[in-house]
């Protein structure tokens, strides 16, 4: 299967270079990485990718990229020296058409400066919409903002607090709209707070922030942005569950009944505003290896390893179905919840 969709990957973009040249190798490449410039190829041709074993085992492939129109710019197999990497398997975005399937959209994904919202930036990004990353810690966001952008997307940080009242929350709505100069049209509420405590022991504090920022600001945000959604007759709303909001379970309780609420919001929000053009789901991930679970490997371990899918989940598994979600692939898609989860809410061990 992966050979197969190696073979579909286009050029994306070039640069410039001699014929024949090849770029110098970067930290983990092998000897013979680099790609060497072909003036034969045309715009927009179809290229077999290749594939190769890094270091670390991982099976990788070329990271491959399409000629802009402007004057210098000769088309051809060839990139700038920092996006000629190999990529790990589950960073690996291979469309499958010769078009990317968000130009033209403007995102904003809440929790996007690590993890989980970091990766699905980055996906948004490359299949070409406009990803306006935010969060509280500004350096990563900036970080994570120009690594988009060094990889030839587009996209810029903006801080925010969910936690914050309704009216300061309006106007960072407000504020990403205008940074991105356009309507947001794809909101992602990939943001959580998960405290990781049993009812007894849950403070009044960890109560506030977890309703504060898993429910009530998906819900102001929506009511800020939809708006304009509706307006213009076609927008995504998609809402980062988790697979805990189906079970029980003896710790995380509110994080679970928060998730819960929070994927009924988006199915009201499908009978509300599918009919004005704008479609709202729910991705439900399963274990999934993130910031917010630093130093539980054992524990994802033991939740993952008689799963079907034999692995702890990775945010690239959880941006992937956000993306499908987000194009018009899925324009039939309305009030659904897709998990991506390993089988972990479906499957028991023998």
């Known amino acids: 299967m992966l050979p197969a969709l190696l073979d579909a990957a286009v050029v994306l973009r070039a640069e410039p270079r001699e014929n024949s040249q090849f770029l110098a190798a970067q930290p983990r490449h092998s000897a013979q990485a680099g790609k060497r410039f072909d003036p034969h190829l045309r715009r927009g041709q179809a290229v077999p990718a290749r594939t190769k074993e890094s270091p670390e085992g991982d099976t990788v492939c070329w990271h491959v990229h399409q000629p802009k129109q402007r004057r210098g710019l ?41 993890g989980i919202g970091a ?19 500004v350096a990563r966001g ?63 504090a960890d109560l506030e922030q977890t309703l504060a920022v898993n429910i009530r600001a998906p819900h102001v945000l929506t009511a800020a942005l939809a708006p304009a959604m509706t ?66 490997d054992d524990v994802i371990r033991r939740m993952t390893e008689n799963l079907p899918a034999g692995r702890a989940g990775l945010p690239a598994d959880i941006a992937a179905a956000i993306a499908w979600l987000a194009s018009d692939q899925a324009a039939y898609v309305h009030g659904a919840t897709i998990a991506v989860d390993g089988g972990i809410t479906t499957t028991r061990a023998a």
């Open 74 to 114: 000769v088309p051809g197999h060839a990139v700038t020296r920092h996006r000629s990497h190999w990529y790990p398997a589950p960073k690996l975005v291979c469309l499958d058409g010769m078009t990317q399937t968000l130009t033209g959209r403007t995102a904003l994904v809440t929790g996007s400066t690590s």
């Open 231 to 296: 307006k213009q007759g076609q927008g995504v709303i998609i809402v980062v569950g988790s697979w805990m909001a189906e079970v029980g379970h003896p710790f995380v309780g509110l994080y679970s009944a928060s998730k819960a609420a929070e994927a009924q919001l988006a199915r009201s929000w499908a009978a509300e505003f599918g009919p004005r053009g704008v479609r709202v789901n729910i991705v439900a991930p399963g274990a999934t290896r993130t910031p917010i679970n630093d130093g539980s």
């Open 142 to 204: 900036d970080a994570v903002a120009k690594e988009i952008r060094d990889n030839g997307g587009d996209a810029l940080f903006v801080a925010s607090d969910l936690t914050a009242a309704p009216d300061v929350l309006r106007e960072f709505a407000k504020e990403a709209t205008d940074a991105a100069g356009s309507p947001i049209d794809l909101l992602v509420h990939n943001a959580a707070v998960c405290p990781a405590v049993d009812t007894l022991a849950l403070s009044d």
């Open 119 to 137: 990766a699905t930036a980055h996906r948004l990004a490359a299949e070409g919409a406009r990803v306006v990353v935010t969060g509280r810690d």
